[in-house]
């Protein structure tokens, strides 16, 4: 009995659905490959880079760091620490160990070079308490705060506040380390107030020979 030749044309004139759908599935299965080959090729698979560890880095120490890793840095965030110098590295991101692609930016957060600058946007003198002054320099970040007692008739009121010789009006501003002082009115009591009338009057003594 002869063998029958396999023909695709046959094939394809018996079978014409079946014929269409291996045509398809070979195409897209080409297709897939096709794209995967690209994605490797655009993503640059195999090229990587793990960050280092930078924390404690001076800025531009970090930047030397990542590019002899084939890494880029940027600043995402600063914050001030007056324990530390000013450019130092306290936070990366990826974190240290953290497997990316070359060319990758690291974010890093700094400790900034300059202290942070605030503005008093309410008055600290007047009708204005001790307290309250204290608590509304310490909401915006001053806590270095000096407290001077002045004599006035205005028991505990803010007569005046200064940044060293510069009074503090609604507007100022001034840096987050800066000492503030607050004079407070304190009442006189009769024996103060008889010790400086008192001393108004002394006369000096003279020894005689």
Do not use: C
């Not at 044309?9 to 070979?26: C, G, Q």
């Not at 030397?64 to 130092?88: C, Q, V, W």
């Not at 803010?158 to 940044?163: D, E, I, N, P, R």
């Amino acid at each position: 009995m002869a063998k029958t030749k396999f023909s695709i044309r046959d094939f394809y004139s018996k079978h014409p659905f079946l014929s269409h759908l291996i045509m398809v599935t070979a195409t897209g299965l080409v297709l897939l490959w096709l794209v995967l080959i690209f994605l490797d090729f655009w993503t640059l698979h195999g090229a990587n880079a793990v960050v280092p560890q930078l924390k404690g880095k001076s800025y531009s120490e970090a930047g030397s760091i990542l590019t002899a890793n084939k890494l880029s840095i940027e600043i995402s965030d600063s914050i001030y620490d007056r324990n530390l110098a000013p450019g130092t590295v306290v936070e990366s991101w990826p974190r240290a160990g953290a497997i990316v692609k070359d060319g990758r930016q690291v974010y890093v957060t700094v400790t900034a070079f300059s202290p942070k600058q605030v503005t008093i946007s309410m008055p600290l003198t007047g009708n204005v308490s001790s307290r309250q002054a204290m608590s509304y320099l310490r909401g915006i970040g001053i806590t270095d705060i000096r407290i001077k007692e002045v004599p006035s008739e205005y028991v505990d009121l803010v007569v005046g506040a200064s940044y060293g010789d510069t009074p503090l009006t609604v507007g100022s501003v001034i840096p987050i380390t800066s000492t503030v002082t607050l004079s407070v009115g304190h009442a006189v009591t009769l024996e103060e107030d008889s010790l400086s009338v008192d001393s108004e009057f002394i006369e000096p003594v003279f020894d005689q020979e």
